[in-house]
T-cell receptor, first 114, second 111 residues
Framework: GAGVSQSPSNKVTEKGKDVELRCDPI?????LYWYRQSLGQGLEFLIYFQGNSAPDKSGLPSDRFSAERTGGSVSTLTIQRTQQEDSAVYLC????????????FGPGTRLTVT | DAKTTQPNSMESNEEEPVHLPCNHS???????IHWYRQLPSQGPEYVIHGLTSNVNNRMASLAIAEDRKSSTLILHRATLRDAAVYYCILRDPEGGNQFYFGTGTSLTVIP
């Protein structure tokens, strides 16, 4: 079946602009995660959605970052007033259940802020 | 979640076994040990996980020390497709929603 998809695959934006990154999780998966990965680094947790529960936003680095998940499916990560340090690969993962041991990752969106 | 320590890089010859170590001396009794790997230009993928007993699946084996303060991911015959960054992660399924990936071990497979 279809895996996790993300769009766009690459995004180049100017400093100060807003960007939106999209994630389509695997159908039926209730949990959705956003991570970012800077060059040569491990993954940094950003935010977690589980069903209709309030999201866990504890990993968001600043109030310029926000995310929503509509209808328990598609999620959008928004970065306002982008800065050069926001340049990274943004990865989305979904999981069938909360606390599930296996996360299924998308290919990521490479964001470059010039 | 408790922290894990892995070597930054390792090399292996093709078709030989690879043992990737992970130290987690502060592991709690409810932490599961997970391994993921990330191939170049891809998102991470699940490899294996365990709690106390050794585990085997089609991809790898996981050997867990008796005191659970360390574990080893075993690839029985390395192939060029196994070249990736391997992450050892601890997670308590009741303790939160985050997976802390760290920087992992970059495995190079030599033909």
């Amino acid at each position: 079946g279809a895996g996790v998809s993300q769009s766009p695959s690459n995004k180049v934006t100017e400093k100060g602009k807003d960007v939106e990154l999209r994630c389509d999780p695997i159908s039926g998966h209730t949990a959705l995660y956003w991570y970012r990965q800077s060059l040569g680094q491990g993954l940094e947790f950003l935010i977690y959605f589980q069903g209709n529960s309030a999201p866990d936003k504890s990993g968001l680095p600043s109030d310029r970052f926000s995310a929503e998940r509509t209808g328990g499916s598609v999620s959008t990560l928004t970065i306002q007033r982008t800065q050069q340090e926001d340049s990274a690969v943004y990865l989305c993962a979904s999981s069938p259940l909360a606390g599930s041991y296996e996360q299924y990752f998308g290919p990521g969106t490479r964001l470059t802020v010039t | 979640d408790a922290k894990t320590t892995q070597p930054n890089s390792m090399e292996s010859n093709e078709e030989e076994p690879v043992h990737l170590p992970c130290n987690h001396s502060t592991i709690s009794g409810t932490d599961y040990i997970h391994w993921y790997r990330q191939l170049p230009s891809q998102g991470p993928e699940y490899v294996i996980h365990g709690l106390t007993s050794n585990v085997n699946n089609r991809m790898a084996s996981l050997a867990i020390a008796e005191d659970r303060k360390s574990s080893t991911l075993i690839l029985h015959r390395a192939t060029l497709r196994d070249a990736a960054v391997y992450y050892c992660i601890l997670r308590d399924p009741e303790g939160g929603n985050q997976f802390y990936f760290g920087t992992g071990t970059s495995l190079t497979v030599i033909p």
